[in-house]
């Protein structure tokens, strides 16, 4: 699984370079106006990506440099972030600790 997020996130950095390029030396037409629509639906996802994933990537230890890890790569590095502990399963443990403290 690591090996298919790393070849994912190297290719989308490729797609965001070619993207950039075009920006600054467009391309023959139609390939710089359909690469440009590439760009932007690809953008409009890794937001709504944001978006739906906001509670996850705010629990992270830095969830600044993580949003800007999902603009770039977006599915790719959401797949590589563990998974959103949600407040009932923080509360499970403690709960167990407590009843055990109580009946020893």
Do not use: S
């Amino acid at each position: 699984m690591k090996t298919f997020l790393t070849v994912g996130k190297v290719l989308t950095a490729l797609f965001w370079g070619v993207v950039l390029a075009n920006l600054l030396q467009p391309f023959a037409q139609p390939f710089a106006l359909l690469l440009n629509a590439a760009g932007a639906f690809i953008l409009l996802v890794h937001a709504l990506e944001l978006w739906l994933f906001n509670k996850r990537i705010a629990a992270c230890a830095k969830p600044v440099q993580e949003r800007v890890k999902v603009m770039l790569f977006g599915v790719f590095q959401l797949l590589g972030m563990p998974a959103e502990r949600t407040f009932q399963a923080l509360e499970q443990p403690q709960k167990e600790m407590q009843l055990e403290a109580e009946n020893a």
